[in-house]
């Protein structure tokens, strides 16, 4: 993953710093405008155009696209034949947040959002999912070290799926810095 000749590292095993040198405030839609406001949502972004998609020894991005194209048709999308498209990498460092929000769509045929948290350790920075009354909290965090703090010999990369009109919002990162690939189902 890199954006021009700089190398982001894998999706198992991200280059914070540069990732971080490369991305810019995050914004949100607020009306019909485009703000960016940190008391709302306090994160940097990298735009999908700016991440090159190589192969990795790990993952490709294709071969995340495809499972991910798979689980929703199993699941979220039962029946229903869907395009997983990358739209961007979202970094929360520590103090990073992003309050209740829906989900700007990107066409009327956007239907729900894919996250993937890569490998990465953070405290703090839950996700929160709301719709009709009811609330989850979901954990995003990949797991790193094993019980005996050693490292994992294998990365596993967490996801969650949701429709567009679900509400959500990220806690305050305590600690660490919390990486996510957003990705758009069509």
Same mark, same amino acid.
């Given at each position: 993953?890199?954006?021009?000749?700089?190398?982001?590292?894998?999706?198992?095993?991200?280059?914070?710093?540069?990732?971080?040198?490369?991305?810019?405030?995050?914004?949100?839609?607020?009306?019909?405008?485009?703000?960016?406001?940190?008391?709302?949502?306090?994160?940097?972004?990298?735009?999908?155009?700016?991440?090159?998609?190589?192969?990795?020894?790990?993952?490709?991005?294709?071969?995340?696209?495809?499972?991910?194209?798979?689980?929703?048709?199993?699941?979220?999308?039962?029946?229903?034949?869907? $395009?997983?498209?990358?739209?961007?990498? $979202?970094?929360?460092?520590?103090?990073?947040?992003?309050?209740?929000?829906?989900?700007?769509?990107?066409?009327?045929?956007?239907?729900?959002?894919?996250?993937? $948290?890569?490998?990465?350790?953070?405290?703090?920075?839950?996700?929160?999912?709301?719709?009709?009354?009811?609330?989850?909290?979901?954990?995003?965090?990949?797991?790193?070290?094993?019980?005996?703090?050693?490292?994992?010999?294998?990365?596993?990369?967490?996801?969650? $799926?949701?429709?567009?009109?679900?509400?959500?919002?990220?806690?305050?990162?305590?600690?660490?810095?919390?990486?996510?690939?957003?990705?758009?189902?069509?």
């Amino acid at each position: 993953m890199g954006l021009g000749e700089t190398s982001f590292g894998t999706l198992g095993y991200p280059r914070i710093d540069v990732i971080r040198s490369q991305s810019a405030p995050s914004s949100f839609g607020k009306g019909n405008q485009t703000v960016t406001d940190p008391t709302y949502r306090n994160g940097h972004e990298i735009n999908a155009e700016g991440i090159k998609r190589p192969q990795y020894t790990y993952r490709s991005f294709d071969e995340i696209q495809a499972h991910l194209k798979v689980a929703l048709e199993g699941t979220l999308f039962v029946g229903k034949e869907v $395009a997983v498209r990358l739209y961007k990498l $979202a970094l929360y460092d520590k103090g990073g947040h992003f309050d209740w929000h829906r989900d700007s769509t990107h066409g009327d045929d956007h239907h729900g959002t894919v996250l993937v $948290a890569l490998n990465t350790a953070w405290k703090g920075g839950a996700l929160h999912l709301r719709h009709g009354g009811e609330e989850t909290v979901v954990d995003m965090q990949p797991k790193v070290k094993k019980a005996d703090g050693k490292p994992q010999p294998k990365v596993h990369l967490k996801a969650v $799926a949701f429709y567009t009109d679900v509400e959500h919002k990220v806690e305050p990162v305590t600690e660490g810095v919390r990486i996510i690939l957003q990705y758009d189902v069509f």
